[in-house]
T-cell receptor, first 110, second 118 residues
């Protein structure tokens, strides 16, 4: 099976802009979770989608949102970007209980 | 609230030797899952090994094995015959079900940076 794919791999944005990241899970997986990884805060859970419904949400401001499509692909959107949003954004696909991660999207906000 | 603690921020080991990474967690749950993930410099997070809490037998995957002590809430990872390719950040993770509909909660430790020396 193909692994989890994320696009784009690298992104540079300016403060105040918005960004959309995409994640395609492993075929057959219906759960997609998003994480933010920074050197200072480690791996922080953003939200999980299962069958197009947000099932769980981390402690992030409303500027961070997501959605999942009927083919299980997921997008994450960050509006009004701040410098502190610079991070590696990881997407994880889950079949039963094991999560498999994508390569991540490195977002740099200038 | 559940927490996962990795008390060793950095470790190093000589090639071909054995190293043990520590992880402790705090939970009042009885049913949960534990994982070790590896994140090499390439940044791709890779699942190394998993352990179901209801299983007493320690999980093993080739050179990787765990020492799962449920009562002590300890879940250490042992890497035998260390190889240069084992150089990475290692994360311990705890997972439990939030409800019966398939919603799970994952909590990650802060990671241990392991360097394998030639």
């Amino acid at each position: 099976k193909a692994g989890v794919t994320q696009t784009p791999r690298y992104l540079i944005k300016t403060r105040g802009q918005q960004v959309t990241l995409s994640c395609s899970p492993i075929s057959g997986h219906r759960s997609v979770s998003w994480y933010q990884q920074t050197p200072g805060q480690g791996l922080q859970f953003l939200f999980e989608y299962f069958s197009e419904t947000q099932r769980n949400k981390g402690n992030f401001p409303g500027r961070f949102s997501g959605r999942q499509f009927s083919n299980s692909r997921s997008e994450m959107n960050v509006s009004t970007l701040e410098l502190g949003d610079s991070a590696l954004y990881l997407c994880a696909s889950r079949g039963f209980y094991e999560q498999y991660f994508g390569p991540g999207t490195r977002l740099t906000v200038t | 609230a559940q927490t996962v603690t990795q008390s060793q921020p950095e470790m190093s080991v000589q090639e071909a030797e054995t190293v043990t990474l520590s992880c402790t967690y705090d939970t009042s749950e009885n049913n949960y899952y534990l994982f070790w993930y590896k994140q090499p410099p390439s940044r791709q997070m890779i699942l190394v090994i998993r352990q179901e809490a209801y299983k007493q037998q320690n999980a093993t995957e080739n050179r990787f094995s765990v020492n799962f002590q449920k009562a002590a809430k300890s879940f250490s990872l042992k890497i035998s015959d260390s190889q240069l390719g084992d150089t990475a950040m290692y994360f311990c993770a705890f997972m439990k079900a939030l409800d019966s509909s398939g919603t799970y909660k994952y909590i990650f430790g802060t990671g241990t940076r392991l360097k394998v020396l030639a």
